[in-house]
């Protein structure tokens, strides 16, 4: 079975960095788009980046724009999210996915996904 397993949250003062990472297995890892998305408590879960399979485009939220790189690496079947300059607003559970459609924005196009990471941002 597919899965898709995040790693390296934490809690970080603002204007810190973190480098998330997402493991996937049961899939055949070049032939789907993935993203990673956050949750805020009572919110809705909002796209934040993705990455095509060979790493050619990448698209961002507008956010985080500037302050996130995604990065995969096949070899490994991993994604990363390197974070910079966090703020508090960027506090939230971070959740990674894998899709083969072409609306990669939208959670519903998402068929996998990890059990999310913890993201805390204090001020």
């Known amino acids: 079975q597919v899965q898709l397993v995040e790693s390296g949250g934490g809690l970080v003062q603002a204007g810190g960095s973190l480098r998330l990472s997402c493991a996937a297995s049961g899939l055949t890892f070049t032939t789907y788009t993935m993203g990673w998305f956050r949750q805020a408590p009572g919110k809705e879960r909002v796209f934040v980046a993705t990455i095509t399979w060979n790493g050619g485009s990448t698209h961002y939220a507008d956010s985080v724009k500037g302050r996130f790189t995604i990065s995969r690496d096949n070899a490994k079947h991993t994604v990363y999210l390197q974070m910079s300059g966090l703020k508090p607003e960027d506090t939230a559970l971070y959740y990674c996915?894998?899709?083969?459609?072409?609306?990669?924005?939208?959670?519903?196009?998402?068929?996998?996904w990890g059990q999310g990471t913890q993201v805390t941002v204090s001020s």
């Open positions: 996915g894998a899709t083969q459609r072409s609306s990669v924005d939208r959670v519903s196009s998402y068929p996998y």
